[in-house]
């Protein structure tokens, strides 16, 4: 905003200009009326008329800069806001954004942001140009007669009342407005998202009579909160009516006793027909201004969240080595998912974990790359406790391939190089054919250069596995986690990636979470949760000979029931 001083000074200056002219204006009709007309000079007429004409033109180009320049602000001002506030929001803990849909929040930085740029113009603009043009003409009003202009406003400590109440309305009304836009943007994210869920069940229908119904909900907040702004000029028309009722009646009958002239009282009413317009103008930004105050605090309350996992004021440096769990006990509210379990994931070696649904094995790898952070116990990487870490370099240390896979809108090419950004196309095509990616993308008329479209939806939930396989071959780092990274895949293609990644796993430490016993088999150990708890570890003979939960998974797979059913 600082920039900015400079440009706003010389809009200022210019706005004054602006404004300035209007009163110029009225104080060139007292002359015109009392010596021009009345001594029949034609050229003074035409002196005045052209002095008139230069004050428009200089409005005129005075006007159209200071807007533009304003216009200029406003969007520089705005884009800066919503960069910050996506800043902001990308550091944010992965609980904020379980509290808060994704389309609310995108009300928040599009909607909120566009309310206030909106505001921030007009404001400067009418503050600036209509206050000078409000008080050049209250001082040729002065000038006439000031019990004349006492007498104008006569109205306005009537309505002063009134006006303060319709603020504390507006902003109240604009409030639920702006909460009820975010309900909307949530709906409508929610039902692009599970658009096919709806169809597939049939909930058109329902979905549609909901959305009304929101959609209601904003237009009646809406309209309620514009009915306030609209108040507030209507307001000060009272105020208008009742000073020019007065002022023709105390003004008139001294002009009819011969105690004032005609133009005199011309020049005055020109002034108070100028004067209410952009007082109009200026209660109208009161309202605007109690609306936006409503989308500063919801801007205010996203900035004041701050991040709870943060990284150490000194950072350990990190080397890679085995990863160990010691007493990490874990609850994403009161209910824990972890009980304090301890594990050893060694140095350069494939550790497998396996139990059933909900048994907390991803919330391993959530904790791991600290996108939460355990309530008691320690994790640490190579001997350093990962919370003394710097978490990009942490991050950096790690590659992982989730449960569900996040696909951007962008090239198969470019969605894999998000795994290291400036990887060369040669290092993309090798990543491409280790993870299977190029099996399918070869056959593609685009090749790696087809769209994914949204979160990937034109791919195949196998081929985005790959792809997403892909991206963490080619970050290249030296821990692997794997989150059922073949779960998605067909015999033929699982058997590729398998040996793929048997061969990225080499001399990598390696997690793997897998539902199919299979895909461990081969594991260095293997981990055995169960509800939170370490119930067995070993290796996949040793767990078979001990005979335990393992073996009974095992029995139960191979009979080809699924024990999660
Ligand atoms: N973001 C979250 N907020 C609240 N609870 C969560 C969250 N994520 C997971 N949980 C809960 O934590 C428990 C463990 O979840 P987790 O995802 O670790 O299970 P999992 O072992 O990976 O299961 P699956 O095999 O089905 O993937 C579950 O009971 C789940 O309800
Ligand atoms: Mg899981």
Do not use: C
Request: cysteine-free.
């Amino acid at each position: 905003m600082l920039q900015y001083w400079p440009l706003i000074a010389v809009a200022a200056v210019l706005m004054t200009v602006e404004g300035a002219a209007l009163g110029g204006f009225a104080y060139l009709i007292q002359p015109l009326f009392d010596d021009l007309f009345a001594a029949g000079s034609m050229s003074g007429v035409a002196w005045v008329a052209f002095a008139i004409a230069g004050l428009f033109l200089l409005r005129a180009i005075a006007g159209f800069t200071q807007r533009l320049m304003i216009t200029w602000i406003g969007l520089n001002v705005t884009t800066t806001l919503q960069t910050r506030l996506v800043n902001h929001l990308l550091a944010l803990d992965m609980r904020f954004f379980s509290d808060n849909a994704p389309g609310a929040l995108i009300e928040r930085v599009r909607g909120d942001t566009a309310a206030l740029q909106n505001l921030a113009a007009s404001v400067l603009m009418s503050v600036g140009r209509d206050t000078v043009t409000v008080i050049s003409l209250l001082t040729v009003m002065m000038i006439s007669d000031w019990l004349w202009t006492l007498t104008a406003l006569i109205g306005l400590p009537v309505m002063v009342v009134p006006l303060l109440m319709l603020q504390t309305f507006i902003r109240t009304t604009s409030r639920k407005a702006r909460e009820a836009a975010a309900r909307l943007s949530t709906r409508l994210d929610e039902m692009f998202h599970g658009v096919q869920a709806i169809k597939l069940n049939r909930l058109e229908h329902h979905i549609e009579t909901r959305f009304f119904g929101e959609a209601r909900s904003y237009l009646r907040h809406m309209f309620r909160a514009q009915i306030g702004v609209a108040s507030n000029p209507a307001l000060i028309d009272v105020v208008a009516a009742i000073g020019f009722v007065a002022v023709l009646y105390y003004g008139g009958a001294q002009i009819i006793a011969g105690e004032k002239t005609v133009g005199e009282f011309m020049s005055f009413f020109t002034a108070l027909g100028l004067i209410f317009e952009p007082l109009r103008r200026l209660s109208n930004i009161v309202g605007q201004v109690q609306a936006a105050v409503a989308s500063l605090d919801r801007l205010y309350a996203v900035l004041e969240t701050k991040p709870t996992i943060l990284p150490p004021a000194t950072p350990n440096p990190i080397t890679p080595g085995a990863i160990r769990f010691d007493e990490v006990a874990f609850g994403y509210d009161e209910a824990e998912v972890l009980k304090a379990i301890s594990f050893v994931a060694e140095d350069g070696q494939t550790t497998g974990i396996v139990g059933p649904s909900g048994a907390g094995k991803t919330t391993i790898f959530a904790l791991l790359t600290r996108l939460v952070d355990p309530q008691s116990g320690q994790i640490s990487i190579g001997g350093t406790p990962i919370d003394t870490v710097d978490i990009t370099g942490l991050r950096d240390t790690v590659a992982v391939v989730g449960q569900e896979t996040a696909l951007f809108d962008e090239t198969i090419a470019q969605n894999i190089r998000l795994g290291r950004l400036d990887a060369s196309d040669a290092d993309i095509m090798q990543a491409a054919k280790d993870a299977g990616v190029w099996d399918f993308a070869e056959h593609l008329p685009d090749g790696l250069d087809t769209l994914v479209g949204p979160r990937g939806s034109s791919l195949s939930g196998g081929q985005r596995q790959r792809v997403a396989i892909a991206r963490a071959m080619l970050k290249s780092a030296p821990i692997l986690l794997l989150d059922e990274p073949t779960s998605a895949l067909d015999a033929r293609s699982e058997n590729l990636v398998q040996a793929a990644l048997e061969r990225l796993s080499k001399g990598r430490t390696t997690l793997v979470i897998a539902h199919r016993l299979s895909t461990i088999r081969d594991a260095d150990k293997i981990i055995v949760l169960d509800r939170g708890r370490v119930v067995e570890e070993g290796t996949h003979d040793a767990l078979m000979t001990a005979d335990g939960a393992y073996a009974k998974l095992h029995a139960l797979q191979s009979a080809g029931i699924d024990p999660d059913l």
